[in-house]
């Protein structure tokens, strides 16, 4: 059995040079094969038959005509016979396992194809895209207030290649074909947000006879801080009893990283501060929307339904995430005019979020100072902070299926 396996796998190698059977279908390759079976066939015991009858031109006749009339029936025969259907796959595999890219890099990697029977592609088609998709809620003409969301959608950038033209894959094949792309120097980073969320795609589609699944794999691309280092960085509000004062090194932190600095307390005089916290913020503004403010206690967004506090706003939509919050102190009493001293020490998540700005959105970070004091305003000093993903191997590969969003 194996040995007439390998003899017709052999037949059908020298049969791939005819370009009318390389590009037929089953049926096609079947009514071409049975009518050379039956061409050879028939005409071999026509010719013989008829020469044993009428000598040479008995061979002649017997064996055209039994040529003809075996190639018609044997083409029908296998026009005719039911063949097993041919399962096609594909897949997508990356050169290197780097986990993130930077803008600049080069990714490269192989389409693979895989057949359990004799197929032809067509043609294999690969795709990267960067795409940000963009979400804004609002309230709803009829006076409730139930909050309806609206999304949009804008493709950064766009490159496609197709390495795979007309090649026919046999019986448990698997051939891989290579491809390259350059991410753009100026390439979005990845982020994964709640009203801004910005992806990068490898979308595989094959084109055949037989149905084959798109493929789908997400490229994480990893921000990189700016060429400028972030020197050291002093925000201060003075009130009629104190100045509060927040200190940081540096003002560009990786995810993965902790933020540390202190905050400083200067009295002018007397006073009593009912407590002392941080507050670490993500803001997402879109430029689409009504003109509102949503504030959301909840750390990630993903973790549970989130319901937050609205306020209106000039122009957009604008959602105030809070990452992370600290108390630093509570029930503290200024005498005199010697500062307190708070050092902290506060970590950022891993969680794809950098900072990052479109003309439809932008994201920014915050930390804020804030003492409060019962009966009169809150007092805050901030910073703004810029969050990169370039560092400690922040990025993965995701697989997707071909469904995901």
Same mark, same amino acid.
């Given at each position: 059995?194996?040995?007439?396996?390998?003899?017709?796998?052999?037949?059908?190698?020298?049969?791939?040079?005819?370009?009318?059977?390389?590009?037929?279908?089953?049926?096609?390759?079947?009514?071409?094969? /049975?009518?050379?079976?039956?061409?050879?066939?028939?005409?071999?015991?026509?010719?013989?038959?008829?020469?044993?009858?009428?000598?040479?031109?008995?061979?002649?006749?017997?064996?055209?005509?039994?040529?003809? @009339?075996?190639?018609?029936?044997?083409?029908?025969?296998?026009?005719?016979?039911?063949?097993?259907?041919?399962h096609l796959s594909a897949d997508i595999e990356f050169e290197d396992t780097r986990e993130s890219y930077q803008p600049g890099d080069v990714l490269s990697g192989f389409v693979v194809l895989r057949?359990?029977?004799?197929?032809?592609?067509?043609?294999?088609?690969?795709?990267?895209?960067?795409?940000?998709?963009?979400?804004?809620?609002?309230?709803?003409?009829?006076?409730?207030?139930? @909050?309806?969301?609206?999304?949009?959608?804008?493709?950064?950038?766009?490159?496609?290649?197709?390495?795979?033209?007309?090649?026919?894959?046999?019986?448990?094949?698997?051939?891989?074909?290579?491809?390259?792309?350059?991410?753009?120097?100026?390439?979005?980073?990845?982020?994964?947000?709640?009203?801004?969320?910005?992806?990068?795609?490898?979308?595989?589609?094959?084109?055949?006879?037989?149905?084959?699944?798109?493929?789908?794999?997400?490229?994480?691309?990893?921000?990189?801080?700016?060429?400028?280092?972030?020197?050291?960085?002093?925000?201060? @509000?003075?009130?009629?009893?104190?100045?509060?004062?927040?200190?940081?090194?540096?003002?560009?932190?990786?995810?993965?990283?902790?933020?540390?600095?202190?905050?400083?307390?200067?009295?002018?005089?007397?006073?009593?501060?009912?407590?002392?916290?941080?507050?670490?913020?993500?803001?997402?503004?879109?430029?689409?929307?009504?003109?509102?403010?949503?504030?959301?206690?909840?750390?990630?967004?993903?973790?549970?339904?989130?319901?937050?506090?609205?306020?209106?706003?000039?122009?957009?939509?604008?959602?105030?995430?809070?990452?992370?919050?600290?108390?630093?102190?509570? /029930?503290?009493?200024?005498?005199?005019?010697?500062?307190?001293?708070?050092?902290?020490?506060?970590?950022?998540?891993?969680?794809?979020?950098?900072?990052?700005?479109?003309?439809?959105?932008?994201?920014?970070?915050?930390?804020?100072?804030?003492?409060?004091?019962?009966?009169?305003?809150?007092?805050?000093?901030?910073?703004?902070?810029?969050?990169?993903?370039?560092?400690?191997?922040?990025?993965?590969?995701?697989?997707?299926?071909?469904?995901? /969003?």
């Amino acid at each position: 059995m194996a040995e007439r396996r390998r003899w017709w796998l052999r037949v059908q190698a020298l049969l791939e040079h005819w370009p009318a059977y390389a590009r037929g279908t089953g049926p096609q390759r079947g009514l071409m094969v /049975g009518a050379l079976i039956g061409l050879l066939v028939g005409g071999l015991v026509g010719g013989v038959l008829g020469f044993l009858n009428r000598g040479i031109p008995g061979a002649i006749v017997g064996g055209v005509s039994a040529g003809v @009339v075996a190639m018609a029936a044997a083409a029908a025969l296998g026009w005719s016979i039911p063949r097993r259907k041919v399962h096609l796959s594909a897949d997508i595999e990356f050169e290197d396992t780097r986990e993130s890219y930077q803008p600049g890099d080069v990714l490269s990697g192989f389409v693979v194809l895989r057949s359990d029977g004799s197929a032809l592609i067509e043609r294999a088609t690969i795709k990267l895209s960067c795409v940000g998709r963009f979400v804004h809620d609002t309230l709803p003409d009829d006076g409730t207030e139930r @909050v309806v969301y609206a999304r949009s959608e804008k493709v950064y950038a766009s490159e496609t290649a197709v390495p795979v033209r007309l090649v026919r894959l046999h019986r448990g094949s698997e051939v891989r074909f290579p491809f390259t792309f350059a991410l753009p120097l100026q390439a979005l980073p990845t982020h994964h947000g709640f009203g801004c969320v910005i992806r990068w795609m490898l979308d595989l589609a094959v084109e055949a006879r037989y149905p084959v699944d798109a493929v789908r794999r997400e490229v994480v691309v990893a921000s990189v801080p700016a060429e400028a280092p972030g020197g050291s960085s002093l925000a201060a @509000v003075t009130c009629d009893a104190f100045q509060l004062s927040l200190s940081l090194p540096q003002l560009q932190y990786a995810e993965g990283d902790s933020v540390q600095g202190h905050v400083l307390i200067t009295p002018n005089g007397g006073a009593a501060i009912k407590e002392l916290r941080l507050a670490l913020v993500r803001v997402e503004r879109l430029t689409e929307g009504d003109g509102h403010i949503v504030y959301f206690a909840e750390r990630d967004p993903a973790e549970a339904e989130v319901v937050g506090n609205r306020q209106p706003a000039e122009n957009g939509t604008t959602y105030v995430w809070l990452e992370q919050h600290e108390t630093l102190a509570d /029930g503290i009493k200024l005498d005199g005019a010697r500062p307190a001293r708070y050092p902290f020490t506060m970590p950022l998540a891993r969680y794809y979020r950098p900072s990052v700005a479109t003309a439809e959105g932008m994201v920014r970070w915050q930390l804020s100072a804030i003492a409060s004091r019962d009966g009169l305003p809150e007092v805050q000093a901030a910073l703004r902070l810029e969050v990169y993903t370039a560092a400690k191997s922040v990025g993965r590969v995701l697989s997707r299926g071909a469904a995901s /969003g």
